[in-house]
Antibody, heavy 122, light 107 residues
Framework: QVTLRESGPALVKPTETLTLTCTVSGLSLGTIGSRVSWIRQPPGQALEWLAQIDWDDDKFYSTSLKTRLTISKDTSKNQVVLTMTNMDPVDTATYYC??????????????WGPGTLVIVSS | DIQMTQSPSSLSASVGDRVTITCRASQSITTYLNWYQRKPGKAPKLLIYSASTLQSGVPSRFSGSGSGTDFTLTISSLQPEDFATYYCQESYSPLYIFGQGTKVDIK
């Protein structure tokens, strides 16, 4: 059974850099086909996909946030790390990590972590 | 970018009701459409993928249909544990756009 859990600060100040960690169990991040995404949801707004990292270290980013995001993985710890620079109050959101499951030409996110709320405020 | 529009944004229903939620894409996404359920404080849960395929373990009262731009999630007989927020998501583009969500609460 694959499980994911997010961790990181609950509160960051404007202009600071946010670092979030996704700890994955039941799936080795080095296994061919392993893909993990970060997704966020600001209060009252839609879910927004942010970034993805694959088993072979291929990385993909939201076009609107690409300049602020870095995704990486530590295979020895089975963790995926997302950093977002220059945080702003509009970045206040619940941040989720999720496995992307791919079959044929289609894909979906399953499972997801429970999410971690990040508030950006001075 | 593809826009995903869900309707209604919220609805009130009673246990046993048949509930229908729609999701419209701004361009054809064939059947690259997934549905998720989210309960407060819980991880979102995949219900349906590829527009109409029920994820393993999901009750058969959930069903999905549609192709192209118009999709539907149906709960045939609403159960107490189904009160939640439902989201559609396109997997046609590499931006994986989600709908705004439909909150289903108790009437």
């Amino acid at each position: 059974q694959v499980t994911l859990r997010e961790s990181g600060p609950a509160l960051v100040k404007p202009t600071e850099t946010l670092t979030l960690t996704c700890t994955v169990s039941g799936l080795s991040l080095g296994t061919i086909g392993s893909r993990v995404s970060w997704i966020r949801q600001p209060p009252g707004q839609a879910l927004e996909w942010l970034a993805q990292i694959d088993w072979d270290d291929d990385k993909f980013y939201s076009t609107s946030l690409k300049t602020r995001l870095t995704i990486s993985k530590d295979t020895s710890k089975n963790q995926v790390v997302l950093t977002m620079t220059n945080m702003d109050p509009v970045d206040t959101a619940t941040y989720y990590c999720a496995r992307m499951f791919v079959t044929g030409t289609t894909n979906w996110f399953d499972p997801w972590g429970p999410g971690t709320l990040v508030i950006v405020s001075s | 970018d593809i826009q995903m529009t869900q309707s209604p944004s919220s609805l009130s229903a009673s246990v046993g009701d048949r509930v229908t939620i729609t999701c419209r894409a701004s361009q054809s996404i064939t059947t690259y459409l997934n549905w998720y359920q989210r309960k407060p404080g819980k991880a979102p849960k995949l219900l349906i993928y590829s527009a109409s395929t029920l994820q393993s373990g999901v009750p058969s009262r959930f069903s999905g249909s549609g192709s192209g731009t118009d999709f539907t999630l149906t709960i045939s007989s609403l159960q107490p544990e189904d009160f939640a927020t439902y989201y559609c998501q396109e997997s046609y583009s590499p931006l994986y756009i989600f709908g705004q969500g439909t909150k289903v609460d108790i009437k």
